[in-house]
């Protein structure tokens, strides 16, 4: 029984992740940059299944940017995220569209090897993790599994942002609903999160 308990405690410490955006409560990253159209906070068109939740946001992409995202930013900068790279934690998206098959996928890196101003690939980009939708026109949670290390100079205690995509390197015009992020931990999660009346302290919450 004591060996048990011991495998099933290391199996959730391993597997553990950080909620970093649900629209609700949890909102511990905000938005740098957004290609499309997000729509914050927005009523839960479906909210059974994988995502009951009353809260989302809907995102419209780009059709004239292949490699429409969001750029999103913690606080500060994310712990080690070596687990990632090894496959012993995985990041999740809960994820609602019409449309099947959609790819999705969130790159760690380091804001300030990464130009905004010129394409500078693969520089400042520390890792890739990819998922795909398997259902249509209802809430799924989709886990993002290590891909690739485009920069492997970039170190895994030094990353402060990643990028959201759908669909990436293609014209698509798509729309989605994505709610709960879970992926590296940082010291903001720790934290009691703010009275919604407080719109934004710039550090460890914003609603």
Known sequence: MRLLLLILLSTSIVSAQGLLEDFEDNRYVHYNFISGVLTQNLANPD?????????????????????????????????NVSD????NKVMSIDVWSASPNIIVQIDLQNSSLVSDTSDNYPI??????IGVTSTTNSWETVEL???????PTVLDTDIDEFVL????GTNDNITVYYDNINGPEYYCLS????????LDDFECQRN
């Open 47 to 79: 909210p059974t299944g994988a995502n009951t939740s009353s809260k989302c946001a809907q995102y419209q992409r780009n059709p004239s940017e292949t490699y429409d995202l969001l750029q999103v930013r913690p606080y500060d900068n994310f712990d």
């Open 145 to 151: 599994i290590y891909d690739d290390q485009p920069d």
């Open 165 to 168: 995509l759908f669909n990436p």
């Open 191 to 198: 934290e009691t999160p703010q009275p919604m009346i407080e």
């Open 124 to 129: 400042g980009r520390h890792s890739r993790y």
């Open 84 to 87: 990632y790279v090894a496959g």
